[in-house]
């Protein structure tokens, strides 16, 4: 007699020690997108056999359905606190999250965003969780002022950081973090949705009557607004993009001297309000420069795997990124343009999986668009050894893999915990960190460099 589903399940994931299943529980900023941290969880579940929890900024949204649907239980908490009217409601949040923590005594605590990494692994320390990590979801935040020094501050209270991009554990050094203290794993996509030999490419130039030898060139992302200048964002990034649609459409006068047939995919939808108003500029930009006829602007696809497999380059112009589509496009064996950027120099190697070019600088973007077209045996071999990287290191098994493997490591070394006595010991000097974290950020932020800076203002207007 087969036993029952529910049953299946408890002895898949029960480790083959015998011993009882550790808790692991992630915490993200978010609702919306982020798959990765579904991805992740659920295979610690399925192929490790945690006991998986997450922690995610609400109750209500694409990423709490995907929770729900597999079983995961999910938690809402509340992790705003760039406002200056949420640095009152800070202690409470904190709060909050340390009850829930020591309510479910989770055994490893992993946070990914900057909001939900602050207050996660303050809130963890408080509560003397065992294993305490901060994934870093890219080097965004270690590029500005203000959340990198909040991170420098409080990143002591992790037992590890896992710096996501080789970059990113750069930054982390520059800041004088150990190198014992960081761990590289990276975010790596479920490989199994991007396989080459079993995705038919989407038929990208039937729609518009465009020759099947027509050059396509195409670059997957969101549409993000453009951002003003403030402390809490990279200075490269002042009035952009982060994705940098705008490097692409300039480069394409350059790219049809070369190949006047090409076609540039620009696929993607706008983020949110910001992101549309961002959008319609680029249409708008197109227009201006006359390039209608080559520049499509297709929307939102869900058949990414498919698109890629079409296109003859894929372009990733980010002014600041993790690894941004790399993997993605170099995993279905796509030749990929990027710029040396973030951790899209891990995956992308100048001359072997691919071609980097200069940030902010379309003429470099079209050179290497051309280098790429121009040669198609060249492309070929750029593909193939892409694909051989990326299923070496950048697959979501060896995400989860190098997880587990941290996490049975640290565990180890680390002391049973949530002991009353050390949680006492740690809100005695942690409400002394917290208080200088405040008293820093409104003081220094919200009055010093704001009087400065309209005194700046005032001087430059004479």
Known sequence: MMPARSD??????????????????????????????????????????????????????????????????????????????????????????????????????????????????????????????SMIAGPFHLEAYTPRWIDRWTCWLDTAI????????SLYQKIGVPDRKIEVIYYGPDERKFDP????????????????????IGMVAYFYQ???KSHWLPPALYGRSVKSQEDL????????????RAKILLIGSGWEAGGEAYLQRMKDLVSTLGL???????????????????????????????????????LM??????????????????????????????RSLAEGIVAVLGNPEMAREYGNAGRRRMLQRFTLRRTVDDLAALYERKLAERPAGYRRWVTAMRFAAGSLLCLAVVTRYAVWELFVLRVWN?????FRAF
């Open 8 to 133: 299946l399940q408890a002895m898949t994931s029960q480790p083959a020690t015998g011993r009882p299943r550790s808790r692991v529980c992630h915490v993200a900023a978010t609702t919306e997108g982020a798959t990765w941290v579904f991805e992740q969880l659920r295979d610690l579940r399925d192929r490790h056999g945690y006991d998986v929890c997450a922690i995610l900024n609400g109750d209500k949204g694409s990423l709490v359905d995907k929770f729900k649907a597999a079983g995961i239980a999910v938690h809402a908490a509340n992790f705003d606190f760039t406002a200056s009217s949420d640095l009152l409601r800070l202690p409470h949040r904190v709060m909050a999250l340390y009850r829930l923590l020591r309510r479910e005594r989770f055994d490893v605590v992993q946070t990914h965003l900057f909001q939900s990494m602050v207050l996660g692994r303050i809130a963890a320390w408080f509560a003397d969780v065992p294993v305490r990590l």
């Open 292 to 330: 209608e006829q080559s520049i499509v602007f297709t929307g939102f696809r869900n058949d990414v795997p498919q698109v890629l497999r079409a296109l003859d380059v894929a372009v990733q112009p980010s002014l600041s990124e993790n690894l941004g589509g790399t993997i993605e496009s170099l």
């Open 226 to 228: 453009e951002l003003p």
């Open 162 to 169: 896992i710096a996501s991009c080789e970059y990113t554990r």
């Open 333 to 362: 064996e796509c030749p990929t343009v990027a710029t040396c950027v973030g951790g899209m120099t891990d995956s992308v190697i100048d001359g072997q999986t691919g071609v980097l070019v200069r940030p902010a600088d379309p």
């Open 249 to 260: 459409v300039r480069a394409t006068p350059i790219i049809l001297e070369k190949f006047p």
């Open 197 to 216: 030999t079993a995705t038919s490419p989407a038929d990208l130039r039937g729609p518009f009557g465009w020759p099947s030898d027509t050059p396509l």
């Open 454 to 458: 309209k005194a700046t203002r005032h």
